[in-house]
């Protein structure tokens, strides 16, 4: 039975009723069973992010998280977009966000044309970002602008925050995951 198969009755429950929370749990729950990581993350998160007092979706999401980023330690740049319920993507960027960023730009123009408005970025995992990041990370911003959506950063170190700022980008910061999913949801 493929993987789709074995989730289809919980990917059936998210259509029914997407804002359910016990159902995206549900889903992570299942995913993380097939190992099925970043699956399993999106879902625990989207859960967190509907029920953002519950401890628990946060521990299971942060939990599959560290497995993701351990098997992207040696890679030079990478990335991971959750798509949420209501309109919202968090982006994890991992290594060095250098010149090349022609897939992760198209990724963009998916949401975008999706109607995602709603965008949270965690750099922790980002060592260094070079090149053509900061001018993507303004395209990004002048799209949510124009959707009147929000975007927001969190987890940047102080020479992110000295590249940016220099690059005239100026996104917002949050203090946690937490505090950013709360202000992209009200």
Known sequence: MSIAEQLRSHLEEIKRNPQSAQAWNSLGDAA????????????????????????????????????????????????????????????????????DLRDLEGKFGVLSKGGFDKILFDFSGLQAMTGFGPSLLRKILEYTKQKNGKILIFNATENIRTMLELKKVIIPYCSSLREGLSILKN
């Open 32 to 99: 993380s069973n097939l190992k099925e990581n970043s699956m399993a993350a999106g879902a625990y998160l989207s859960a967190f992010y509907l029920e953002n007092h519950n401890t628990l979706y946060e521990k299971k999401f942060y939990t599959i998280l560290s497995i993701l980023k351990s098997s992207k330690e040696d890679i030079e740049f990478s990335y991971e977009i959750f798509r949420l319920p209501l309109q919202t993507a968090v982006v994890f960027l991992f290594g060095i966000m250098n010149t």
